[in-house]
């Protein structure tokens, strides 16, 4: 195996944000929310990856996140959702990665989050291709989400080169939500949101000390 790899990470599958703004994302293009905070949810579905050298293809990661004005200036309230599928050497490998331990563009993302205030291991349903489907764990999150279609011949509208683009010219696919429900009451984090933004990207990260 990459020595280089077995401290480092190579990830990649798709990026999912379901949030309380109108369509489409003003995250996406470096602008600050509606009403100046956000109330959110990142899904990271691993296609195919190693963390630490730990294959973690497959898996779901969920960010639950409350972010208080422009998402880049950090200061996020996250709960993370771990795939309960995931053995607990896969899940440290997570966390590792995730919460910027591993350095690299996954460190930037972790410097985001002013407050870590739960990690979970639940069983989530991810169903979800070019904005259209569904992300689900039960008694905590539930969204269903349908693309938004850009021409009579039903082509679904799309974002190029955003602030938030991880893969070169892979388009972000823009959606609305059908139904949004996050219930978190433990936590402080309960809302709900239909008909407003849902977007989804390719995504990939890698770092190799």
Known sequence: MNTAMESGYRLEGSMLEICSCAVSCPCFIGEDPDGNECFGVIAFHLERGEARGVDVSGLTLVNVAHIPGNALAGGWRSVLLVDSRANDEQVEAL???????????????????????????????????????????????????????????????????????????????????????????????????????????????????
């Open 95 to 209: 966390l590792d990665a995730f919460g910027g331990k591993l350095g690299g563009p996954l460190a930037d993302l972790a410097s985001l989050v002013g407050e870590l205030v739960a990690v979970e291991r639940v069983a989530i349903t991810h169903e979800a291709h070019q904005a259209s489907g569904q992300l689900k764990v039960e008694g905590m999150l539930e969204a269903e989400f349908a693309p938004i279609q850009s021409s009579p011949d039903g082509t679904t509208a799309t974002l190029y080169d955003s602030a938030f683009t991880t893969v070169k010219g892979a388009p972000a696919y823009l959606g609305k939500s059908r139904r949004y429900r996050v219930d978190l009451p433990q936590y402080a984090m309960s809302w709900s949101f239909d008909g407003h933004n849902a977007i989804q990207t390719a995504w990939m990260m890698e770092h190799q000390p």
